[in-house]
């Protein structure tokens, strides 16, 4: 018996050196760190009565505070505090319950050995029994969100029956968030982090994040950045270094999540390795993805600065798959060649002809994301644009004004000038002038202007429906927004006198002067003085607009072949001056003078030509494209002006296209300049066409 005794006390106390009573620091993942005894009550009696009642310790080590987190080089790391070794016990750290030392135990009783074995075998089963009749069932995101209304009902479910995996539970409460208003929530989201669960959840999160599923930590992940958690906290740079560790378990659909995720989260040391490993792992598997949808979720979000090779790569096995696309896939495309700056002329083409053939309720967002996608690529399909403007034009009275408005901004920014759809929304306009907003009075002014649009007689009842309409805005218009507006009438040549005297005061031209984009200001507050005085010269003798001097014009490209071939047309350079500088700050590349009926031409050299009384100036502009709206002659807003100025200074305008001259060889550029200078009546005899190179 006291073998027995001096046994069981030599297990008591190895048992005591197992479970001391140090210190032991918990980790949160959110913030601090605080010590705590967690077996300051522990003692042998305790022990003993466990024993007897078949009852098993297990100690809590986890606090409610806040862990410490200091960035060092974009990275967050921990400072001051080292790894404690904790110790769950839920079974008894002992070789053997309750077993006796063979050294200290000479006779062996067979059947209390028995019996003991017994009780031992039963307890256990007793206890594997019921630890699983408490087990509580795994539980998926979406039944979480079916049953809960709020973010806290989720975080209390958690707290009566935690389940594995964590993010089950992360991923309903993103789900909820979602579809609640923007102001709920805001207030469901405070209140989650005041929840006295949300620390466990956490904490959970990071002690599953080596086993769980991959996918689960990724939509852990995406879930905890989208609710807020802040990226510098070490549950989230955990999650991000466990990761990059297991980025070789990603799958096809994994990708995407990935890429998806990485895109939201701002840069960091974390950020940074795992886009790059994304980035390695892409160029690896592009060939193996199958799901052309998953195809276009890497693409968008892979990043503009990737290297151009992966782009390339990534464009080919879009191709690859075009046999694949639905309408859907190639109206996103546009979006996702934008995202990741790649222009691809082959497949926009592509995917516009399947847009346009498939055109009819394609929503408005679609139609916005394509044409802003087009700007910022670059990229001008007048068939997809046309198709667009058609169909918005023929339903016309399902779209909502501020939408048509929008549509043409946008087709503005393109250089389309979609004729049909403008002509609907004046008539709409002069039908309904009080439909108009402030904002949208000058986005329409803006456009018309821009695309110098006419419709015929109705031309006068639109621009004065928009000048009513500019009236009832006054009072509450600020003085940049009413140049605007002045700008876009006097391109359009008409000046509604109410909203030209308010600009006109000196306060207001004083604001615009020392306030805003004064250089801007200054501009167009040049463009409405010439306009003033070269179309509108009664109003101009009343007034008076002090204005600094404009900025000398840039200097222009000059083309040798034009100037070639002038020369031969014209018997050498002194039949035509060149850089010629005008009033008003206008420039034209050459001047030419000739007799009203365009037969025959003035020698600058000549001195006589000055009292000539048929003598008629002609100026010679070499365009680019730009100047036109998109494939046609129709001259845009401010060149129009230039133009309509040019002829009331007395000037003959004399139009060059760049693009056309440059595929052209010398003796065809005189041809083409011979026949746009000389009247078709006329027969000039006394040209000198030889050469002068």
Known sequence: MNNKAGSFLWNLRQFSTLVSRSRTLRLCPLGFCKAKNVHSNWNSRNLLNDFDSGMQPSFRYFSRDVFLLKSVDDCTQTKGVSNAAVFRFDRILCPRRLSFDAKHSCVSDGTADNDLKKVTIYRASSEDAHSKEMKPNPVSHRKLAQECNSLSDVLDMFSRAPT??????????????????????????????????????????????????YSHLLFSLNAIVKLGVPQNTLMVQTLLRII????????????????????TMEPCANVHALRAGLQILVDQQVWKIEHVFILQTVMKYIGKDTSVALKKKLEMKALKELDKFSVVNSQHMFEVLAAMNHR????LNECSKMVTDNIHGCPFKVLVSILQSCKDL???????????????????????????????????????????????????????????????ILAVL????????????????????????????????SSENLLNALYSFCIMNYFPLAPLNQLLKNNVINELLTSGDVKKNVHKLHVLNTCLELDNTAYHKAVHIPLPQPPPPLPLYQNPKIEKA????????????????LPHNYHIDFEIRMDTNRSQVFSFSDGNEASATNMQRGAVLCVPKCVYCLNSSHPRGLFAVKMRHLNAMGFHVILVHN???????????????????????????????????
């Not at 539970?169 to 709920?184: H, L, V």
């Not at 990059?244 to 895109?263: A, P």
């Not at 002038?566 to 500088?581: A, D, H, M, P, Y």
């Not at 056309?660 to 060889?665: A, F, I, T």
């Open 244 to 263: 990059q560790e297991r980025i070789n378990e990603c799958d096809e659909k994994d990708l995407s999540v990935l890429s998806t995720v990485l895109e």
């Open 446 to 477: 803006h456009v018309y202007s821009s695309f110098n649009h006419v419709c015929g007689s109705q031309n006068k009842e639109f621009l004065e429906a928009m000048a009513s309409a500019l009236t009832g805005c006054l009072h509450h218009m």
């Open 344 to 347: 691809s002329v082959v497949l």
């Open 378 to 440: 670059r990229y001008q399909n007048e068939n997809l644009f046309k198709s667009i403007a058609d169909y918005v034009a023929t339903t016309f009275d399902i779209w909502k004004l501020k939408q048509v408005v929008f549509l043409l901004i946008l087709f503005e920014n393109l250089n389309f000038r979609p004729s049909d759809l403008m002509d609907k929304l004046m008539e709409k306009i002069m039908e309904e002038p009080e439909s108009l907003n402030m904002k949208s």
């Open 164 to 213: 594995f995996p964590s993010s089950n539970y992360f991923s309903a409460m993103w789900t909820i968030a979602r579809r609640i208003p923007d102001d709920q929530r805001r207030f469901e989201i405070q209140l989650m982090f005041r929840h006295p669960a949300f620390n466990q959840l956490c904490e959970h999160a990071m002690r599953e994040a080596k086993m769980m599923h």
């Open 659 to 693: 693009w056309e001259l440059k595929k052209l060889k010398l003796e065809d550029a005189v041809t083409l300049l011979k026949n746009k200078i000389y009247s078709v009546e006329a027969h000039p005899t006394n040209i000198n066409l030889e050469s002068t190179n």
């Open 566 to 581: 002038l020369s031969r047309i014209l018997g050498g350079e002194g039949g035509f001056s060149k850089n010629v500088q």
